[in-house]
């Protein structure tokens, strides 16, 4: 299948042009987590894509969110009732190092993941239905959801800070289960749905 980005445009309070969201395949090389790994040639990867795998997306105003209505009925729409805000960056955060590679690390969650980039610049890397490794770059304005079951990861890029919106349904539960979870009821119902969609069988690895 060949996959590339389609050309999803908005304004800025300035009138420019600016590309929504960038999502690729990734290289299997083992360099630095921070760089794009794109494989040669790129290949890009569309939202509709991204949509099939239970990834949702929208490009808000990151710089009136606390008066944003269009995410105030994100929020409402979807029972999005806790909120809290993360400043990840090694002045920061102690452990850092040991903390990214926690982030690092192949897992699922029993919930959706809700994040809202403000500033900063990072990567979250999903599984495609052919286990093969999606990392989405996340900049200010962009907000993503990922499904219950979807394996995925989290790191920064070479910028090194991020400043994350983190949206829950309720008191939020931060545990992640690493991979292997072929068994975890949640995967296996993300995998289901997966199955319904594409109308063929997902191989578990």
């Known amino acids: 299948m060949s996959c590339y980005i389609s050309t999803f445009i908005t304004l800025n309070e300035s ?3 600016t590309m929504a969201l960038e999502a690729w395949f990734m290289d299997d090389n083992n360099e630095d987590q921070r760089l794009p790994h794109h494989r040669n040639p790129k290949e890009l990867v569309t939202l509709d894509y991204l949509s ?3 990834v949702l997306y929208w490009k808000l105003n990151h710089e009136n969110y606390e008066n944003d209505s269009e995410l105030a009925k994100i929020r409402e729409e979807r029972g999005y009732d806790y909120m809290d805000m993360l400043d990840l960056c090694p002045d920061k955060v102690s452990n850092y190092e040991e903390k990214l ?6 897992h699922i969650h029993k919930d959706e993941e809700i994040r809202y980039c403000l500033a900063g610049s990072g990567y979250f890397d999903v599984r495609d239905k052919d286990d093969r490794w999606i990392r989405i770059w996340m900049k200010p304005g962009d907000l993503i959801v990922l499904p219950a079951g979807i394996y995925h990861r ?4 070479t910028s090194n800070y991020i400043k994350l919106m983190r949206l829950f ?3 939020p539960v931060w545990t992640p289960y690493n991979r292997p979870q072929e068994e975890h009821p949640v995967r296996q119902k993300y995998i289901n749905s997966l199955t ?9 690895h």
Do not use: P
């Open 52 to 54: 099939e795998l239970g």
């Open 196 to 204: 319904n969609k594409f109308g063929e069988s997902i191989k578990a």
């Open 101 to 106: 590679k926690n982030f690092f690390t192949e």
């Open 15 to 17: 009138g420019i042009e």
């Open 169 to 171: 349904v309720g008191e």
């Open 154 to 157: 989290f790191t920064l890029d």
